[in-house]
């Protein structure tokens, strides 16, 4: 049984563009499962997902939120994915990992996501 305000991981469904002239709701896709489709409970997962709702912006918006402190989602696809390199601060004069990651979505945009630290591996 599946339970509200739980995280589950679904596999083998079908996600495809929504046809928003049948919908109520404004998400841009839609997931469809069947009989072959699975739904795991994600028990070790972080309980701030089961509370959060997200409101996505197209990476073509994000210039407001430049230099702001203010969160923003997205949805997109990982275009590249840079080696991991070493970078020296020249505060303490140490050397931390460093790995870029850029994405684009539908808008034809892209942004590159720099992953610091333990980030750069276990992401």
């Not at 596999?11 to 002239?21: D, F, I, P, R, W």
């Not at 969160?71 to 990992?97: C, D, F, W, Y």
Request: no cysteine; aromatic share 8%; glycine share 4%.
């Amino acid at each position: 049984m599946k339970m509200l305000g739980k995280v589950y991981f679904i596999s083998k469904g079908t996600l495809k563009v929504a046809n928003k002239q049948f919908k109520s709701v404004q998400n841009d896709y839609e997931m469809t499962l069947n009989k072959n489709s699975e739904a795991e409970e994600a028990s070790n997962e972080d309980p701030f997902i089961t509370g959060t709702k997200f409101n996505f912006i197209a990476i073509d918006q994000f210039g407001p939120f430049v230099n702001s402190r203010e969160l923003v989602a997205i949805i997109g696809v990982v275009q590249n994915v840079s080696p991991t390199m070493s970078i020296r601060r020249k505060i303490h004069n140490e050397t931390i990992p460093k790995r870029d990651i850029t994405i684009a979505d539908e808008t034809k945009k892209a942004i590159v996501v720099s992953l610091w630290n333990d980030l750069t591996t276990n992401v």
